[in-house]
């Protein structure tokens, strides 16, 4: 007395209507681990990021005149760019520029040598983060969230601003 019968069809619709546990991945874990003085960064490094061994040094222009010392960005295996100053390893300082605009990362990448025979090194590459004024090189603006190869004597401009960034190693020539 006071059951009843019920089709397996209509089991199947009652369970379905009942919350299921679910055990996926909700982001939370690597959002936790991923914060910067209490800010969520835009940006997870990727598994081939390397530090670099070549001493690359960023030069700062402003208007065409050097502004101060060069930045020496090959400690880290990544820089990030932008306005907040909380956690931008270089701050950019223009409202033009977001607060995590771009990153420069350095990572293992195979390249052709000279006698065609492949091989390991690590190269820095520049990715915008979705900034809304733009990341450049060569005044060339970037797709966001792509990584750009930088090479020897580059120059990087973030949004508006009037600084330039040259991009030079210890052995660059004049």
Same mark, same amino acid.
């Given at each position: 007395?006071?059951?009843?019968? /019920? ?15 679910? *055990? ?10 991923? +914060? #910067?003085?209490? #800010? ?21 222009? +402003? ?17 990030? *760019?932008?306005? @907040? ?23 293992? /990448? ?11 090194? #690590? ?19 970037? @797709? ?20 330039? *960034? ?9």
């Amino acid at each position: 007395e006071g059951t009843q019968k /019920v089709s397996f069809t209509e089991a199947f619709e009652i369970l379905k209507k009942i919350e299921q546990p679910n *055990f996926g991945l909700s982001g939370k874990l690597a959002e936790e681990t991923n +914060k #910067v003085n209490g #800010v969520v960064l835009n940006y997870n490094e990727p598994p081939e990021a390397r530090p670099s061994k070549t001493r690359w040094r960023l030069y700062m222009f +402003k208007k065409g005149e050097p502004m101060e010392d060069p930045l020496y960005i090959h400690r880290n295996s990544w820089y990030l *760019f932008g306005r @907040d100053r909380k956690i931008a390893d270089i701050p950019t300082d223009h409202p033009s520029c977001s607060k995590q605009h771009a990153v420069l990362q350095y990572r293992l /990448v195979e390249k052709e040598g000279e006698d065609g025979m492949m091989y390991e090194t #690590v190269r820095p590459y520049l990715m915008d983060l979705g900034s809304t004024n733009g990341t450049f090189i060569n005044g060339d603006r970037l @797709d966001p969230q792509r990584y750009y190869e930088l090479l020897e004597k580059d120059l990087v401009k973030f949004g508006n601003s009037s600084r330039d *960034f040259i991009l030079l190693h210890d052995k660059s020539g004049n």
